[in-house]
DNA sequence: TCCAAAAATGGTAGCGCTTCCATAAATTTT
DNA sequence: AAAATTTATGGAAGCGCTACCATTTTTGGA
């Protein structure tokens, strides 16, 4: 049971291993240069079998293999990060892993670096900008040959971490003109004011909206009101809430919209979670949507085609944020030329039957 | 923008480095000899400084701290992991990172093992055996300190694998008598028999089912015919959907099931999602749920409470799992006394408005 | 005050791999 | 057939850290 038992065993280095063929491989940790003796090569030449097989005769690649396989070696990739200088590890910066459309874009981020030899590192912030600060650190001390993040804000220090590290760094969701080093995103202040207009379209004019305290929904509901305001428009019910977002915020945001004299028009959300929540508010209400009141969502998640009514909201694509980033990513890492260090992936309305 | 522009520049040791003060430390790589140096200590107290500052006068101490500051000194826990054999990196292996359902015990899991200094490096198999297989090797090449999986089964080579590694592992969400090591979950088996038993005490014996080509919903569903039978009901409107489950499948699997003569009564879904589904597919057909047709799911997601109507489903502690999972582990890591290898975490039926 | 025990410190040898360089083998050229 | 290339290989020096052990310093009791 002891995880020490045969930790040291497989160092008692065989006397006359040149007689390879029936030697049972000691269990515990076959090292590189066990295999080499089993070959009768160099240690050199098993490394080269194992990265750059293309530089080894084939006859020594099949003697190699063929000791790979005997011991069952499976190389240490720690030794090889220090000797190489080189960890295949990306760090992933993330507010929080439960939240499914930050998962989708990993899931999709992961896949190709995954397919290119690197494996992703998850960190999550829940939301808090100083966590963020720890976990940076926490994450440069495993030398990530990359980083990720969702988002765009970071502390002072930690921008200098990251300067110092002098690794590629990729940001996404957001947009900037000033990246750390790459961004891959889109404009929320542009989503704020895409629905603003698209409600203004409508000849909407009575608006309550609910928003999150994050960054990005903030930055929707400054470009959504300073559009609104720009039309003489000027919407006083809002309401913020915290994140993570969930059903119960969006009734309980209704609520209080309600409570503050809102009686119909339209309700703005910053999250399709919050505006399942209205919907079901509203039901229980007895407001018809969209009739009496219209409701908009941000995200596009997969409930969204299926909301009772169905909900109109932003669509952008999150798997295409995970993918162009990683392709950025690699790019950086292997010293190929990058064209844009700024990649608008953009978004765009979906209109349903809850406007 | 190379990255190897000033990697090397640090190992140009500093001639007379006793000179501590004023020295601008050389960017890119601070290491901790060069802190030791800084510090007028030897880089043994620097090392000990960090990992058992109790064993290090107050004074020293204090000078290395100072020397760390001055620096900007981030250690390689590359060379660390190498030299200490602990990667302090635990692997975690699940089927998609996308569903909301794994990244909730992902969570919990990651916290506590985060607050005692592990990572968790994340691998999924999008639901395929031999997925899992190639990604065991890979994740068994950083020699993480554990390993954590969803689910109980594995290929013999997987097996072999990890019993060489000699590593503790936990498997979580089932519940096996030959664990690998330890596992923590609940009986899937027992999920099907008690919502059968469920059904049976509602007086409710046309049944339809639908059901997820997943081992774990595979189990639920074997429970639940055979209690079924056992009852003498023989449930012929059983329908098995693809993973990962979505709310389409849910209204599929509905039309499925009434095109093959199914006319009401109860559906037992294998996910909330796939009861969702129904749900909405219910009532397009003006089926009264639960009047004419009962519904229940599987996993108390965060909606269910919210469908219309709500959802009767089956909750489990995901959170639950993970932190037992990550405290085992640790047990494990640390050698100490684990009391339990198998851990049943339980289950429960929550009934609301669908049946 | 002196000596034994405890606490603090440092030198050094790896951890298992890759990389540099030199050498050896195979191939081509003249 | 010898010389000039090209292709394969291996030796050895680290990568930056920790752990072992030995040594030095401090503490406290007799």
Redesign the pocket.
Known sequence: MSRKDNGQSS?GKRARADEASVERPSVG?V???DVARLAG?????V??A??HPD???Q??LKKVNQAIELTGYV??QI??A???RRSHLIAAIIPSISNTVYAETIKHFSKILRDSGYQVLLGETDYLEDQEETLVRTVLSRKPDGIFFIGINHTAICRRQLLVANIPVVETWDLTKTPLDMVVGFSHEEVGKAIAEYLLEKKISRVGSIWALDHRAQLRRKGFLETLAFHGINSKYVCDVSVPTNFGQGREGLTRLINEGFNGGAVVCSSDTIAHGVLAEAQTRGLRVPEEMAVTGFGDQTFAPFTNPSLTTVKFDRELIGRRAAEVLLARINDEKIEEYIIDVGFEIIERKST
């Open positions: 160092n940790s090292t590189l240069s090569v160099g240690t050199t030449t490394s080269r194992l990265n530089q080894v005769a006859k020594t190389p240490n030794a090889g220090l000797a190489s």
